[in-house]
C-alpha cells in the first residue's frame, strides 16, 4: 500500500519535472548569439532622359541595416477615368525595396525599383510613363557605381541608375 501511494505522489512530480527540463532545454535552443548591428548609408541617383532632354536625376538616401529589407513608398494616386465611367486610379510617383549584405569585400544589394509618372508632354488620353528593374548586383563601399543603364526606344528615355554604399563608423 505504501509503495502505491508513493508510485502515486511521486508520478505528478516526475512528470512536472520533466516539462521544466523541456522548457529548459526549448529556451537554451531558441537563444540565439546577439549578432552585431552593421548599418550603411546608400545614396541612389536615378537619372532620366527623354527624347535628349533631362527629366531630372531624382536621388534618395537610406540608412540600412545589414541582412534586412527597407522599403520605400513616395507618389500618389491620380484618376485616370473620365467622369461618364467608374473611377480608375493609377499610383504615380517611386516605389523601391532593397536588402544588402557585405561578404568578400563587397556590398550586395537586392533590389526593386519601380517609377510611374505622367509623360510631361500633353497626349490625349493621358499616357503614364512607367520604368521598373529588379536588381541583384555587388558593389566596392564608398565607391560610386553605375549598377544599371536602360534605354527605350519610343518614346526615346535614358536611364541610369548609381548608388554608393557607405559603412556607418
Known sequence: ???????????????????????????????????????????????ETLDG????????????????????????????????????????????DCKLNERDGYVSIDGKLEHNYILPIKTDPLMILTFQAEIETAVLLDKATTIGVYDEAVPRRHYEIRVTVTKVK
Open 53 to 96: 532632354k533631362s527629366s531630372g536625376a531624382r536621388n534618395f538616401k537610406m540608412l540600412m541595416q545589414e541582412g534586412e529589407t527597407n522599403r520605400v513608398r513616395i507618389g500618389s494616386k491620380v484618376l485616370i477615368s473620365g467622369a461618364e465611367s467608374e473611377p480608375k486610379f493609377a499610383d504615380l510617383g517611386l516605389k523601391f
Open 1 to 47: 500500500m505504501l509503495i502505491a501511494c508513493l508510485l502515486v505522489l511521486t508520478g505528478p512530480a516526475q512528470a512536472y519535472a520533466d516539462r521544466q527540463k523541456k522548457s529548459e532545454e526549448r529556451s537554451k535552443s531558441e537563444e540565439r548569439p546577439r549578432k552585431q548591428i552593421v548599418l550603411y548609408n546608400l545614396e541612389f541617383t536615378l537619372d
